[in-house]
């Protein structure tokens, strides 16, 4: 009797595991903790370059950059709240989660790409903090900034546990 009992706690843990590891997967949480605070760095780094442009003459390379980032930030951010919709509504979306894994998709490689737009919006991240960009932001647009970056990191540190704790047996 003891044994059955600890084998359905044991099943009862591995369905709840599972659970939260689809969770983990799905198009909703990858919107809200991955995509969408992407999609605010290149928002707020394409509206940075306007603003940084716009200090010189006008029409400058700088200010056309910053409209085209901001832009594509606006596209992958309608994207991403497509993905998220649709998922809540529990329909499949017929489309990737940012512009560039679009693109990856007619050549039958989205992940790929949508790894080389992980790789720009880290960049992007990057150029904002090592020019100093970033103190050009509005408290506003700093809020924004802290709410992205806190969504993003706090949710890779709970995939990272919640995998390593599963991996040690514990969950």
Request: net charge positive; with cysteine.
């Amino acid at each position: 009797m003891s044994t059955k009992c600890s084998e359905d706690r044991k099943s009862r843990y591995e369905r709840e595991s599972d659970r939260i590891q689809r969770f983990f997967g799905r198009p909703f949480f990858l919107s809200l903790t991955i995509g969408i605070p992407f999609c605010i760095f290149k928002l707020l780094f394409g509206i940075t370059g306007v603003r940084v442009g716009s200090f010189q003459e006008s029409l400058n390379p700088l200010s056309f950059f910053g409209w085209m980032v901001t832009i594509w930030a606006g596209t992958d951010l309608v994207m991403n709240l497509g993905r998220a919709f649709l998922d809540l509504i529990h329909k499949p979306a017929p489309f990737e989660y940012c512009s560039i894994a679009q693109i990856g998709r007619f050549f039958d490689m989205p992940m790929l790409f949508l790894a080389i737009d992980t790789f720009t919006s880290f960049t992007i991240i990057c150029l904002m903090l090592w020019s100093g960009w970033i103190t050009t932001l509005t408290t506003p647009e700093l809020y924004l900034w802290y709410a992205a970056t806190t969504l993003n990191l706090i949710s890779l540190s709970m995939v990272s546990l919640y995998n390593e704790a599963k991996r040690a047996g514990s969950i």
